[in-house]
């Protein structure tokens, strides 16, 4: 059942969880990008973008992000662990508001709505959540940071 914003009375697609799935679970797409929809009388969070493959690069899933509007988005990272040689993958929410292009009307919805997105999201699997308002900030070592340990952000 598909949770909706009490608030907003905006909620998620069903498509949301079904793109997840592809992401976390068959791995065979690298990234999501989800947005707001209006319809003819209320808003519903949908499926924006969706890489075409699980080759996909970072580089990929920066270009999907709009210059001017908010998103939320997911992006399976593969990176070694700390303490073991070994490959993790793990998904990373991103809710990207670019703080001074962004009209004040997305801004609040997308503001109002992105724990919504979060929790649908985070019911298949924990997700780490980041928001990011700047391009400066979109840098994947720095996004990767969300994944380590403290100690070893402190060694840096």
């Known amino acids: 059942m598909p949770h909706v914003n009490t608030h907003s009375g905006i909620k998620c697609d ?9 992401l976390h679970k068959s791995k065979s797409i690298r990234w999501i990008t989800f947005k707001i929809r209006r319809g003819i009388c209320n808003f519903i969070t949908t499926v924006d973008q969706v890489s075409k493959s699980r080759d996909d690069t970072f580089q990929d899933f920066l270009n999907a992000l709009p210059e ?21 993958t793990r998904p990373l929410y991103v809710y990207w508001c670019p703080s001074e292009k962004t009209t004040l009307e997305s801004k609040t919805l997308y503001s109002a709505t992105t724990a919504l997105v979060h929790k649908e ?22 996004l990767l940071k969300a994944f380590l340990p403290l100690r070893e952000i402190e060694r840096d």
């Not at 001017?68 to 993790?88: G, L, Q, T, W």
């Not at 780490?128 to 994947?140: A, F, G, N, P, S």
């Open 121 to 142: 999201l985070s019911s298949v699997t924990p997700l780490k959540k980041i928001e990011i308002m700047d391009r400066e900030e979109l840098k994947e070592d720095g």
């Open 68 to 88: 001017y509007d908010p998103r939320f988005a997911v992006f399976e990272f593969s990176y070694k662990a700390y303490d073991a040689n070994v490959i993790k």
């Open 14 to 22: 069903k498509a949301v969880l079904e793109s997840f799935n592809k």
